[in-house]
């Protein structure tokens, strides 16, 4: 008995059908039919990622304006990179979020408690190298969460996770060469 093969061809969806669906749900953007069927889990999370993001920034923006001694010009100067590179995060996020065909849930009244990290003023120079750290870590591993979650559904969600995920690690790796 011979075993059938089948053809490459048959593993995608025919030309014609491409363009009938694309002219069909015109509107629609970048979210196809293919696009996962728990799209508002992810806008979920996105918003989540955002909130924190943006937690992020104004707790080092706090930091850098009121951190002071002898040692206190270089750390500033961290805190500052961190929070204008956790902004672009939030860029980021908040232009995929339009992309899938939401909108970005920056609501200042409920922005801390939809944020995976604390805001955590810190009295001491050290308590606030720990505290930016302690939220680095909670975002990295929110980031490697989500990241599984999404696996190969969402490749372009995904890839830019990963790269805020580099810069994340990045940041904690850099505020525990700090506490040193």
């Known amino acids: ?18 363009r009938a669906q694309a002219r069909k749900h015109v509107e629609d953007g970048p979210v196809t039919v293919s696009y996962p069927a728990d799209r508002e889990a992810i806008l979920e999370q996105l918003n989540k990622a955002l909130a924190t993001e943006w937690v992020c920034v104004l707790r080092y923006l706090r930091h850098a304006y009121v951190i002071s001694g002898v040692v206190s010009e270089p750390i500033k100067a961290h805190f500052l990179e961190h929070a204008r590179e956790e ?5 980021k996020l908040a232009e ?3 992309q899938l065909g939401a909108e970005p849930d920056l609501n200042p009244a409920t922005l801390a408690e939809r944020s995976h990290a604390e805001y955590v ?15 680095e870590r909670i975002a990295v591993e929110a980031y490697r969460e989500f990241i599984r979650f999404l696996g190969d559904r969402d490749p ?7 790269s805020i995920l580099a810069q994340e690690e990045e940041h904690a790796d850099e505020l525990r060469d700090l506490l040193k």
């Open 1 to 18: 008995m011979a075993t059938q093969t089948k053809s490459p061809e048959s593993s995608f969806t025919s030309t014609e059908t491409l």
């Open 121 to 135: 003023p810190g009295t001491s120079t050290e308590d606030m190298i720990r505290e930016n750290l302690i939220a």
């Open 156 to 162: 372009t969600t995904r890839a830019m996770l990963e």
């Open 87 to 91: 902004q672009v995060h939030a860029g």
């Open 96 to 98: 995929r979020i339009v």
